[in-house]
């Protein structure tokens, strides 16, 4: 194995480079790749690191092309200055203990959701490490704004460039074998099938990972609260950029709405109109999809009974309404606005499918806390419950993970 | 009027008034019938909303998505009813139809395809040619779609021969022997469109510059099996049938739409180059986004139903291919019934979400 960052340092993972073929680089270089393992773990939030992200947070935003992508601006945001306070002063140690980056941090971004890579590379970085992502083979145009932005940067910003590498490569397990050996810490998203692929390729005896796995989520909507809600379009706004904006495919995507309360009908009436009139002006509909929904009807309703399909006259927004939660009722998920709906008086009824390490994420309008005694049942699903709108809100306690400390190193100095 | 007496009138014979009658009376028999003797296919009829008194006409009955039989085993027949089970030709990998047929079901689609294909080929039985190899149905337990093809359409060949061997390589010396035998009588051709333009006629062209040609204009050919393969070699089906035309004389050319959920009912091209439903099923457009139906002239997807399945559900069903109805009872070449164009498949769903999706999967 040849070695690079001249004399080979003892215990220093390095890499082989005639492996490294075929990658492109569109951020960093087979060099700074190379020279990854070396670079210093730093402490998370450290000045360096804040003036690179808050420097990247004015680029994106000054861009005029970043306007066109809200989801770009959403993350330029979430670097900016003021958020990462907000972040290091949430999770710094107030006591003794001393963090540091892992290391090297290797993310292997999911391919059809155009920003992700952005926030992994970001949590990886702010943590302190040095990271190499592998960003979606679909050329969305944000990565190549984002990219561009963070190669004009690092510009500014020099001594930041061995901690950067964006790569792009086929799904080569020569590759993965490669990076997952110098990783301190593999971030996979991309679900259950590219965890399988990447588990194929054997990590060091101290590093550890961070995987993303397929999930599911659901909303439940305490009608009472709805009814009384002073602005109903814009909770319709909020659970279309919770659903459709990502087909309704994203993890954390509502796949069931339960209905809570004591004013349901009324409650369903209200919010499916409005949800329709906004999914009659922004959605973009594909003939296959109302095949594929009308499919899913009835090949979770062939076994099942007690399902009523609930048709509004149109396809984009189907409903399927249930009797009781039968337990394999998510193998019958659907996408593209298709929800099975259930009106639930007592919220331990949702044992049946939140009792599952696939279940991630509950959004609601209502009092969270009236999912207490559902979560301390000891089920072994829900990750995260969110107001309704917020789903998607990406933070450093994710699906269930602490990322800060995952992503860091805990020294104890006593 | 029932089925029996259907058989004893001519495939093309009804005028839309009538055949909405028939269609309604049959298919609403056929919609009860399976919704009590094939559990599955109850519930999926309960969530539709399915009930029996609110039909008013076939086109109201609820219609099953083609997939549903990749998915699930559906019959309205014991096991011991079964006599054949007919798959569809995916690659491998893919899942593939099963459909469940018993002695009726399979009798019916027989009779039906004789009276459909003959209104076009004439009722006597001709020497034939099939443009395949011979090992597509070897195996009779599991009929593949093109095996099931080739045996459904062989009761029209009084010799058969086989124009390619296993290799797809053709048979020239068997060929001229054939065709020398038979001269003067008309000779039925048969094969799927993208066999006969790889391995039959490009053959026959390459054969053509080494000074060996074959008269094939005493032909009548009949393909089917979709024009995808041909559309990325960019051959429409004008210039299919000249390009036929040129190299060997053959002008009679049909094609056909038919799918194994649906065997025997197929809608055969015309001499004006229309596809045409019979008496024994029809097509109906529908709106991609509400499945309401489509004006004549207006594009949709395309529901077939069939007034033959008996054994299993599959009477009224959604394809995923796109068609247009081109008008009703008033084709020039004189048959009754809608006349359709097939567009070709509906595009695979590109939606996003945080699971990769691999090329593989069939979603």
Not at chain 2, 7 to 13: A, E, F, H, M, V
Not at chain 2, 161 to 167: F, T
Request: aromatic content about 10%; glycine content about 8%.
């Amino acid at each position: 194995m040849r070695r690079y960052g001249g004399a080979a340092i003892p215990m220093q993972k390095s890499l082989d480079r005639e492996q490294l073929q075929g990658i492109q680089y569109l951020v960093g270089s087979e060099e700074i790749l190379a020279r990854l393992p070396q670079a210093k773990a730093r402490e998370p939030f450290d000045e360096k690191i804040q003036e690179f992200l808050n420097a990247l947070s004015r680029a994106l935003l000054s861009m005029p092309e970043a306007k066109f992508y809200p989801d770009v601006v959403t993350f330029a945001f979430w670097i900016r200055k003021s958020s990462l306070k907000k972040l290091a002063e949430r999770f710094a140690s107030g006591n003794s203990l001393i963090q540091l980056g892992r290391g090297t941090a290797f993310h292997i971004a999911p391919s059809n959701v155009a920003v992700n890579y952005a926030y992994s590379f970001a949590a990886g970085f702010m943590t302190g490490n040095a990271n190499v992502v592998r960003v979606p083979s679909k050329d969305f145009p944000q990565i190549a704004v984002i990219n561009r932005a963070v190669n004009a940067v690092l510009e500014q910003y020099p001594d930041q460039k061995p901690y950067i590498c964006f790569v792009r490569y086929g799904r080569e397990q020569r590759i993965n074998d490669v990076l997952s050996a110098i990783a301190d810490v593999r971030i996979v998203w991309g679900g259950d099938r590219t965890i399988a692929e990447l588990r194929k390729s054997p990590l060091g005896p101290r590093a550890s990972e961070i995987t993303f796995a397929d999930r599911y989520s659901l909303a439940v909507i305490d009608s009472d609260i709805y009814m009384a809600a002073e602005n109903p379009g814009r909770i319709a706004d909020d659970f279309y950029n919770d659903t459709y904006l990502t087909d309704q495919n994203a993890c954390t995507s509502p796949r069931i709405v339960v209905w809570y309360g004591s004013r349901i009908s009324e409650a369903k009436e209200r919010f499916w109109s409005l949800l329709l009139e906004k999914v009659q002006k922004k959605y973009e509909f594909q003939p296959i999809q109302g095949v594929n929904k009308l499919t899913n009807v009835y090949l979770a309703s062939a076994g099942h009974e007690g399902l009523h399909a609930i048709y509004c006259g149109d396809n984009r927004l189907v409903r399927v309404s249930l009797e009781r939660l039968f337990e394999d009722l998510m193998d019958f998920r659907g996408d593209s606005g298709y929800f099975y709906e259930y009106d639930c008086q007592d919220l331990l009824q949702l044992q049946n499918i939140c009792d599952d390490t696939r279940c991630q994420t509950v959004s609601y309008i209502g009092d969270p806390s009236m999912f207490l005694p559902l979560v301390k049942s000891g089920i072994a699903g829900i990750d995260r419950i969110v107001p309704i709108g917020k789903t998607m809100d990406f933070d450093m306690i994710w699906d269930g993970y602490n990322l800060y400390e995952r992503l860091t190193r805990t020294i104890s100095l006593i | 009027m029932n089925f029996e007496e259907m058989l004893q009138r001519t495939p093309y014979s009804f005028s839309k008034e009538e055949k909405e009658a028939v269609l309604t009376e049959r298919l609403s028999e056929l919609t009860e019938k399976h919704r009590v003797s094939c559990p599955p296919y109850g519930n999926i009829l309960r969530s539709a909303g399915y009930e029996r008194g609110r039909i008013g006409s076939y086109k109201e009955l609820p219609f099953l998505p083609v997939r549903l039989f990749k998915e699930l085993e559906l019959k309205s027949v014991p096991d011991d009813q079964i006599v054949k089970t007919m798959t569809s030709s995916g690659t491998t990998g893919q899942a593939v139809s099963k459909i469940y047929l018993d002695r009726v079901t399979s009798a019916n689609q027989q009779k039906v395809m004789v009276k459909i294909v003959s209104d076009f080929t004439g009722s006597s039985r001709m020497p034939m040619i099939i443009l395949d190899c011979p090992s597509v149905v070897k195996n009779r337990l599991m009929f593949s779609a093109r095996g099931a093809g080739i045996l459904g359409f062989s009761i029209f060949g009084a010799k058969r021969i086989y124009a390619l061997d296993d290799d797809m390589k053709l048979n020239v010396e068997g060929l001229k022997a054939f065709l020398d035998k038979y001269r003067g009588q008309r000779i039925f051709l048969f094969g799927f469109t993208f066999m006969i333009w790889q391995h039959f006629y490009k053959e026959l062209v390459r054969l053509k510059q080494e000074g060996i040609t074959f008269d094939l204009s005493d032909g009548v050919l009949i393909h089917g099996g979709g024009w995808k393969k041909l559309i990325s070699e960019a051959v429409s089906p004008e210039e299919f049938k000249r390009c036929l035309t040129d190299v060997c004389g053959l002008s009679h050319v049909h094609d056909y739409y038919g799918m194994v959920e649906q065997t025997g009912c197929i809608y055969m091209e015309c001499e004006c180059g229309h596809l045409h439903a019979s008496i024994f099923s029809d097509v109906i457009m529908r709106r991609p986004l509400d499945f309401s139906e489509c004006e004549v002239g207006e594009k949709g997807i395309i529901q077939v139903v069939s007034t033959l399945p008996e054994s299993y559900p599959g009477h009224s069903l959604l394809t995923e291919d796109e068609g247009i109805v081109l008008g009703e009872d008033d084709c020039p070449c004189g048959r009754k019934g809608k006349y359709f164009k097939v567009i070709g498949r509906l595009k695979n769903a590109e939606i996003r979400g945080c699971s990769d999706t691999y090329a593989e999967k069939f979603r």
